[in-house]
């Protein structure tokens, strides 16, 4: 009988696919994948260790699974981020854990395997195992960051940027479609940067051109775009592909020049909004995701009310914000003065009440249009079925479309739906073809 291994993946989309790539290899190498930790004989955390908050979700998970010795498991194993960044510390501190596997070892993850749980022969690059929806999947384009950010220890963790190769991303993303894959989402912690470290030039648009032709792919989503790297030649590129949907994720940060320079951001606020204009002029119904950090050191009321008057002149559809998180290793952790805890959390409160109105708005320019859903589950509160426009990325990132309908759907299928209600967060409509 087949020993089962469990998986627990924390943190971003990034983190999931090197879980998926682990998973992977262990389908290979003999064992079953199950969803039940409960089940496992051999349980994995993939941890994250980013900011306070995850790096506690993360050990409070590790403390947590390794009650499960006691009844059935017999290795708990634990990968990623946390790892990398606190191996020694961890081993101390945590007995519990049969064994930690660093970043930097994941390259030799088989042989590792093979010693600590008996892991079968694999082939060199074995298919990821999908852990998302069928019809959804993530495709990691690169690793590593260049932007040395005073807040962020992803560089610390992670080094230097690192591309896929440019035929093996082609070849995922075939593998992906033939697996039944239609909305596959680029990922890396900045995809405006692929391929300058492999090929001496950007190629990020001619790799979302080539995924542009294969058959079974019907959206293309690229998260996390650089903003100071977005250019005019980009733009045109995108825009020849018919499966590119515009959904612009650019990570801005702060909302004057003052905090943007203290922290290392290769940007201006004016930069910012020329790339937004000419982002709108080839994209008229482009979607704008950002991020904003509240209390880094030495901000003050002015600097944050200079911040609340930008987010609410962009008018993003989509804004995502978390309080600085003093990280070692970093140049802003020695940076003075810090901001108290109360400030943040204050600023942290009214920043997201200020944006709600905004995303309500923004939503509200959907009503009366007809747009494509991928229908993705039931709502058991309504019984309407639940899914995503263009307009949300994967994993709950942003809202749902509500679809009424009084036919059977398979999830996974694309519909269009006219939309006659909008909320802060979700859209509300029926299948076009049912309306009469």
């Not at 993946?9 to 003999?30: F, H, P, Q, T, Y």
């Amino acid at each position: 009988m087949k020993q089962k291994a469990g998986m627990i993946s924390l943190g971003c989309a990034k983190n999931r696919v090197d879980s998926e790539r682990i998973m992977g290899l262990l389908k290979e190498g003999g064992f079953d994948i199950t969803p039940d930790a409960e089940d496992a004989d051999v349980l994995f955390i993939n941890t994250c260790g980013f900011i306070d908050s995850a790096k506690a979700e993360s050990i409070n998970t590790i403390l947590e699974m390794a009650d499960y010795k006691e009844r059935r498991c017999k290795k708990l194993i634990v990968t990623g981020c946390l790892a990398q960044r606190y191996l020694e510390d961890l081993k101390a501190k945590l007995p519990e854990v049969d064994r930690f596997i660093p970043i930097d070892d994941y390259a030799k993850m088989p042989e590792i395997l093979k010693e600590e749980i008996g892991l079968g022969d694999v082939h060199p690059n074995p298919e990821r195992y999908l852990s998302t929806d069928p019809w959804a999947g993530y495709l990691k384009i690169a690793d590593g960051c260049y932007n040395i950010c005073a807040y962020c220890a992803i560089p610390l963790i992670k080094g230097k940027y690192a591309s896929e190769p440019f035929e093996k991303m082609v070849e995922e993303a075939k593998m992906m479609a033939k697996r039944g894959v239609k909305e596959i989402t680029l990922i890396a912690q900045d995809t405006t940067m692929y391929g300058v470290d492999l090929y001496h030039k950007k190629r990020l648009g001619e790799l979302v051109k080539e995924i542009d032709k294969i058959e079974g792919i019907e959206w293309i989503r690229v998260l996390y775009l650089y903003p100071s790297q977005m250019d005019e030649e980009l733009l045109k590129e995108l825009k020849e592909c018919r499966k590119f949907v515009p959904y612009f994720d650019l990570p801005m940060q702060y909302g004057n020049d003052k905090i943007l320079k203290a922290m290392n951001r290769a940007t201006t606020v004016e930069k910012f909004k020329k790339i937004v204009a000419k982002i709108r002029e080839y994209f008229p119904d482009a979607i704008f995701r950002t991020t904003m950090i509240v209390g880094f050191p030495g901000e003050t009321e002015e600097d944050f009310n200079e911040l609340m008057s930008f987010v609410r002149e962009m008018k993003f559809d989509r804004l995502g914000a978390f309080a600085y998180s003093r990280e070692e290793g970093t140049k802003a952790y020695d940076m003075k003065p810090q901001v108290h805890w109360k400030t943040k959390e204050r600023r942290l409160k009214a920043l997201l009440e200020a944006q709600e109105p905004i995303s309500e708005e923004c939503a509200k320019k959907f009503i009366g249009k007809e747009i494509d859903v991928i229908l993705e589950g039931i709502d058991e509160a309504t019984g309407m079925y639940e899914g995503r426009s263009y307009a949300s990325a994967p994993d709950d990132i942003d809202g749902s479309v509500y679809v009424g309908s009084y036919k059977e759907h398979k999830f996974g299928e694309i519909v269009k739906v006219r939309i006659h209600h909008a909320d802060i967060y979700d859209l509300y409509g029926n299948i076009t073809e049912e309306e009469e």
